[in-house]
């Protein structure tokens, strides 16, 4: 039975999420410096949107305000915060050089373990645990490859720790606190990404554990709310990345290879859209569906909620066909 609680804030907390900006501010101010000292920059190639080194790495500020209330909470949480910790310290390596797939998917399936283990998902047979780490996977390297543009990371993130705040607002699932500084470590950085041009972008240490911490939360609602739609929550990212891997798959190519097949790139490149306005759009329509699959939750049907959510799911993914292939011919 779902029931209403109303989280207050008081004063003390109030504080502590002031300060935490401010403290998240100057920390970005701190990184954007030591970045162009070391020469953390991101130089355009055949798969950038961009035509101008920008520094790398600034989703680091996200790590930090999650690093924040771990370190004030007595590390609730620890197996995620250890996920988080390993992916972060290996993607920020993989931003300075560029390291072998094989070694950041060692490292990935280890932090993937890690929220299995904290959501209790391996008291599940053998069997059920392979294609859960199998799509765990693929969903948090679609997460990195979605990253391409300003502004897309960071709105979409917005959208997603919103929605499951606003659920956990409902139906008390998790510790609100988590929410909230992951929510303030998005908007901080997207201080400096949601602009024409960039002061920095999330790179692989944003994007890869924002992809994490979205994949536990995804996770750990399903399994509290006895429910598979909250996996519609990330569903755009979902199906703009499955849809753009079987298309390169059927093609023979390379999919760790650097390309601009996305829809999101597609739209960028080929309408009058700017990155901005692609980003908005992408989270407009993830806001939507998500306000959509939230009232299904509310009406309280779990026997019609794996109908529901192949629909959806279904709709989107011809809807991103059809939209693709329109804009190519243009």
């Not at 390993?86 to 998917?105: C, Y």
């Not at 995804?218 to 399994?223: E, R």
Request: charged share 10%; glycine share 8%.
């Amino acid at each position: 039975m779902f029931f209403h609680s109303c989280y207050l804030i008081d004063m003390s907390d109030s504080l502590t999420y002031i300060a935490t900006v401010i403290a998240l501010f100057i920390f970005s101010y701190l990184y954007i410096s030591l970045a162009k000292k070391w020469g953390i920059e991101d130089v355009p190639n055949e798969r950038s949107s961009h035509s101008q080194k920008t520094i790398r790495g600034g989703g680091i500020i996200f790590v930090v305000a999650l690093l924040i209330y771990f370190v004030s909470h007595s590390l609730s949480y620890p197996y995620l915060a250890a996920a988080i910790a390993i992916l972060a310290i290996i993607s920020f390596i993989d931003d300075i050089r560029s390291l072998g797939t094989g070694i950041r998917l060692v490292f990935q399936f280890v932090g993937i373990g890690l929220i299995l283990y904290q959501v209790n998902l391996f008291q599940m047979p053998f069997w059920y645990l392979i294609p859960i780490f199998i799509t765990c996977l693929g969903m948090l390297n679609i997460f990195n490859f979605m990253d391409g543009i300003n502004g897309i990371t960071g709105f979409y993130t917005l959208v997603a720790i919103g929605t499951f705040l606003y659920m956990n607002q409902i139906n008390p699932i998790i510790d609100n606190a988590i929410l909230i500084y992951g929510f303030i470590g998005v908007a901080v950085f997207g201080f400096f990404n949601f602009r024409k041009k960039a002061l920095f972008f999330a790179g692989d240490i944003g994007s890869i554990t924002i992809g994490v911490f979205i994949l536990y939360l995804t996770l750990h609602f399903c399994i509290q709310l006895n429910s598979i739609i909250p996996l519609l929550f990330i569903s755009v990212y979902f199906v703009d990345g499955s849809v753009t891997i079987m298309e390169r798959l059927l093609k023979k190519e390379n999919i760790f290879k650097p390309h601009k097949s996305h829809l999101y790139q597609v739209l960028t490149q080929k309408t009058e859209l700017t990155h901005l306005q692609v980003s908005g759009l992408f989270a407009f329509v993830q806001l939507c569906i998500n306000g959509v699959a939230i009232y299904s939750i509310l009406k309280g049907k779990p026997n019609t909620g794996i109908l529901f959510t192949l629909i959806v799911l279904l709709i989107l993914t011809i809807s991103c066909f059809i939209i693709k292939r329109k804009v190519n011919k243009k």
